[in-house]
Each structure stands twice: as C-alpha cells, then as structure tokens.
C-alpha cells in the first residue's frame, strides 16, 4: 500500500523526514491521502518551519525504516477524525517546533526554550532556493 510522508531535502544527501516528538518517542505520519499529507505541510508552513515536500513511498517501506531507527509509524486515514488530544497531532502539528533539525549535524535535536507559546523560528532567507520560493509562492496563490 502506497502512503506519504513529508521528506526535507527530498531526494539530496541531508534528506530527513519529519516526525512528531511525544515524550521520548519519534513519531513519523503516513498520510493515507496525498491532500491530506500537502494540507499538514502547509499548516508547517504557515508556521514558518522548513517546507517539506510530500512524497510518495510503500508502506512496508517506512515501516522497515522506522523499525531500524527506533521510531513509531502511525497511518492517518482518509477522513480521519481526533478523538483525543494526540489525535490531534495527526492533523494539524504542535504549534512549536524544534529550532535544530536532527538530521543537519547528527545532534540531537534541542527543544525551543520558548514553552509558554509558539514563536516562529528564526528564518535565514538564503536557506530557501529561488526554486523552492517560487513554489511556495504558486501554492500560497493557489490558497487565494
């Protein structure tokens, strides 16, 4: 069964994929439907984390991946509907994200020190190539 993932740097040496941090435990969503996956990389976004693109990839796949780097899986299927409060998580991401990555200098990511309320992460514009902006200027457009 075909799921997708949200990759950084899809397809470069320093590609990552994105996952949830809850407690101890690495959380990496496979979105059933592709809308639903593009529709959580925009919220992301709208964050002013990093874009990650939505990629197509087997089940079994990031199933093997997460068992060999000791993470959990979860599957979001089409129309799904939280119950809880980390249900939650699966539609719609927490509202602060980490200001490392894990994978751009094989540290461990360190949490925002910023708890009481979300703060966008500092943006370095040459981080974004022109290519990559002009994406996402097409898909804010595409919201209007």
């Known amino acids: 069964m075909q799921v997708f993932v949200l990759l950084f740097n ?5 590609e990552g994929i994105h996952t949830l941090n809850v407690g101890e435990q690495n959380i990496v969503l496979m979105f059933e439907e592709e809308d639903d ?3 959580y990389s925009l919220l992301l976004e709208a964050q002013d984390f ?6 197509p ?3 079994e796949e990031v199933e093997e991946f997460c068992g060999s780097a000791n993470y959990e899986c ?3 299927p089409k129309g799904f509907v939280p119950e809880d409060e980390f249900d939650r998580l699966m539609i719609a991401p927490p509202q602060r994200n980490l200001e490392q990555t894990g994978w751009t200098d094989g540290q461990e990511p360190q949490p925002r020190a910023d708890l009481d309320g979300p703060r966008p992460a500092e943006a370095n514009p040459t981080e974004f190539p022109a290519d990559e902006l002009d994406s996402i200027r097409r898909r804010l457009e595409g919201l209007l």
């Open 10 to 14: 899809s397809g470069t040496e320093n």
């Open 37 to 39: 996956a593009t529709r």
């Open 50 to 55: 990093m874009t990650p693109t939505v990629e």
């Open 57 to 59: 990839i087997e089940r």
């Open 74 to 76: 979860r599957l979001v």
